[in-house]
């Protein structure tokens, strides 16, 4: 037997209806927000990546599943949305449409890290892209959005985590003042956090391990490095957050993993899942636009995770609905089984769900089979029945019958779903 690769999971057929449920609410938010999709391809030249990425971070330094194509050229499978979108907004002059613009998109993302539960090599995400204006409106549109989303599936006890990591100017008085902390103190720190120290300084504030984070604590903090147009928007946002009862929790030691953020930064964080907490996150990134060879553009998104969304809501015990055919359509016996064919065909046409016996076995073993796919009604065509023209639809719920001419079902079926 050949297993699945380590870190990737299937979706089974009795898991399927699930990830339909979570996909069809978020496409409803997208459409309520006025955001339309976008799809990219799997992989990209690798340059992209590192480009927008950063080559300090974990992602592109360790994570991307990173090959030589057969004409030589490096490609990466994408890690991540972002990237991919900008370069497809550059790419394609969609600055040239009306702006604001607002994308969504639903992709697989690749990156190798050690798999554990809400952490896999192959995972999905819902993301959200705005471009076109560096107002911090646009912000909270983009977090309403993330906040929208997360509350229509229906979840619990997500709390909103915000911080500002400031512009390139004001970030690099900070990085200053913060290496200057750490630097007496990395020898206790772990082995990430003295590679991170010299790569990527922000990040030794997110360390997991209890003795960084101890040392973390007492760090300078961002918000007393701000620029006033960094503060003055950070602020603003704030406020509107507030005017539109979002709660949030500022949070100095969100930094994202990212080189492209700039100013607003956030993460819906749950404690129910242990260390891989974070459904969902994003931040405004309005460089990223000019270093993929585009004009300079405001923009601001997120990404939730859908494994972990999905997780949660099992453990929070959502109803997800089910997705089950409406009709079964059983025959007597062999005989009858061309008119059930033709009766699912009407059933279907009408669009109402349906099925039929097509393995010549017994009624009652069709019956056990209509209750295990959970069929909602029950129709047996015997030979009286073709004579008669006369049918049973059968409530296999409740045991109840209806009479109803054989040329009449599709119509009678159709009636009773549009209730
Ligand atoms: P990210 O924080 O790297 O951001 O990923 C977003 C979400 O994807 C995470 O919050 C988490 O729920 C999920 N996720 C990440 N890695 C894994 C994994 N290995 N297994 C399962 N789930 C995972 C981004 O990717 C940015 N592109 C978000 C963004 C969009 N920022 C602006 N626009």
């Known amino acids: 037997m050949i297993n699945i690769p380590k870190g990737t999971k299937d979706v089974l057929p009795s898991e399927s209806d699930r990830w339909h449920y979570i996909e069809d609410k978020l496409r409803r938010t997208a459409s309520l927000y006025n955001a339309r999709e976008i799809r990219t391809p799997v992989f990209e030249h690798t340059e992209l990546f590192v480009r927008s990425i950063g080559d300090g971070t974990d992602v592109v330094s360790k994570e991307m599943y990173t090959f030589e194509d057969k004409g030589g050229r490096s490609i990466t499978l994408k890690p991540e949305g972002t990237a991919p979108v900008a370069r497809s907004f550059v790419e394609n002059s969609l600055d040239a449409m009306s702006l604001p613009l607002k994308m969504y998109y639903i992709t697989p993302c690749f990156r190798y890290e050690r798999p554990q539960a809400g952490r896999l090599r192959e995972f999905h995400q819902f993301g959200v892209e705005i471009y076109g204006a560096t107002s ?10 993330a906040y929208d989303a997360l509350v229509g599936l229906g979840m619990k006890n ?9 512009c390139p100017t ?3 008085r900070y ?33 997991k391990s209890p003795v960084c984070k101890s040392v973390a604590s007492g760090a300078p903090k961002i918000a007393d490095y701000l620029c006033d147009d960094c503060r003055a928007h950070h602020d603003k946002l704030t406020s ?12 100095d030691n969100i930094v994202r993993g990212l080189d492209y953020y700039t100013g607003t930064v956030f993460e819906f964080v749950t404690e129910e899942l242990g260390a891989q907490g974070t459904v969902c996150g994003g931040g405004r990134y309005d460089n990223l636009i000019a ?8 923009c601001v998104g997120f990404a939730i995770g859908l494994e972990r969304i999905l997780m949660l809501m099992e453990k929070q015990g959502i109803d997800f609905g089910e997705e089950r055919p409406c ?3 059983m025959s007597q016996s062999p005989a ?7 009766t699912v065909a009407r059933l279907r046409a009408a669009g109402v769900s349906a099925d039929t016996e097509m393995t010549g076995r017994s009624l009652k073993a069709q019956f056990k089979y209509a209750d295990k796919i959970k069929a909602e009604y029950g129709v047996v065509i015997g030979e009286s029945e073709m004579e008669s023209k006369q049918i049973k639809i059968k409530n296999l719920s409740d045991g109840t019958e209806e009479e109803c001419a054989l040329g009449d079902l599709a119509a009678r079926m159709k009636e009773k779903k549009n209730g």
């Open 336 to 342: 009858q089984a061309d008119e059930c064919i033709k």
């Open 136 to 145: 911090p409106y646009l912000d909270l549109d983009c977090i309403s959005f």
């Open 240 to 251: 509107l957050l507030t005017s539109r009862d979002i709660p949030f929790v500022r949070d």
């Open 327 to 329: 009709v079964y359509v």
């Open 291 to 298: 270093e993929v060879g585009g004009k300079p553009t405001g």
């Open 170 to 172: 004001c970030r690099k």
């Open 158 to 166: 997500i709390v909103l985590h915000l911080n500002s990591i400031g």
């Open 175 to 207: 990085i200053e003042a913060l290496k200057a902390y750490f630097e007496p103190m990395l020898g206790e720190m772990c082995g990430t956090c003295k590679e991170r120290f010299e790569r990527n300084p922000l990040r030794l504030l997110d360390c």
